[in-house]
Nanobody, 117 residues
């Protein structure tokens, strides 16, 4: 059974930091492209950051220089370190695992991040 379980969300003041964690099970984690997406109220889900199996990273322009994605293959976890948070970062953040060879992906349930001004 595939599970992606996010944690680490919460309420933080603008300028603060949070670290999100995603624990994966039931998947071949080391070959997956792992990503963090977010969805704010009334908006579409968008890519925040992604890291491939080889360690290549890409980020949304809005978070470059503030967020860092890291993967731990041994423990099947992916992290999103979020610094200098802004109110516009407020959203539900979702963990995603994508398998290119299968053209299939999996989603976690999401964790709420709220940044107050």
């Amino acid at each position: 059974q595939v599970q992606l379980v996010e944690s680490g969300g919460g309420l933080v003041q603008a300028g603060g930091s949070l670290r999100l964690s995603c624990a994966a099970s039931g998947i071949a984690f080391s070959i997956a492209t792992m990503g963090w997406y977010r969805q704010a109220p009334g908006k579409q889900r968008e890519l925040v950051a992604r890291i491939t199996s080889s360690g290549s990273r890409n980020y949304a322009d809005s978070v470059k220089g503030r967020f860092t994605i890291v993967r731990d293959n041994a423990n099947k976890r992916v992290y999103l370190q979020m610094n200098s948070l802004k109110p516009e970062d407020t959203a539900v953040y979702y963990c995603n695992a994508y398998f290119e060879v299968l053209s299939r992906d999996y989603w976690g349930q999401g964790t709420q991040v709220t940044v107050s001004s």
